[in-house]
């Protein structure tokens, strides 16, 4: 097995463990007759505290999870492939923050689903790759506008009116993305440097070195401070 398709199969374990977990809790629901919306995000109640961490596993219907399952695989291996370093802990964050701030600031109503996450995800790609200026992962934020470039319209709270969405979660997910993407662009994946701009780097060093030395005090004397109260 090449090392990059083992990579790949890595990269795609967590992401399909994830969902066959949510389609569990789909098929338990169906099979005893549940409704555990009851366990999404209800913003400024203590009751809705645990929606943080639950509402992302709780979905309306199948088809609700259905249009979540593909987005949640495709992006999630792309962020496990390609950002290997840092997929643990911004795909932490990106679960939790939004629903944070949806408890803070949406409207009273249980938000449930999986949504936040990917807006989180496909924000933090497309960012990301702009950010780092790196071709694969600039290619990447192409591929992202594509595939998902629609998304964008779940954001505004009066484009789907008749539709049940908490555009609210959305909006939170992009805004996550967005930051992870301005915090952790020094960490993982980096554009290649080319000689001739290590060497830019090497003056620019050797000029500030310079300017340091003539700010030293002229070696054989010895200053003295004389304060005043």
Known sequence: MS???KKLLQSIFIPSLFVIFLWLIKAAELIFTLDLGFLGIFPLRPEGLPGIVLSP???GDVKHLAANTIPLLVLGTCIFYFYREIAGRIL???YIIPGIWVWFGGREAYHIGASGLIYAMAAFLFFSGLIRKEGKLMALS???VFLYGSLVWGIFPNFLPEKNISWEGHLMGMIAGLVLAVYYRRLGP???KYEWELEDDDDE???DDDSNDQDDDPPGYEIRYTYKE
């Open 142 to 144: 192409l591929l992202v």
């Open 205 to 207: 060093k050797k000029d």
């Open 92 to 94: 932490l964050l990106m």
């Open 190 to 192: 980096q554009r290649k």
């Open 57 to 59: 596993l709780i979905h």
């Open 3 to 5: 090392d990059e398709r």
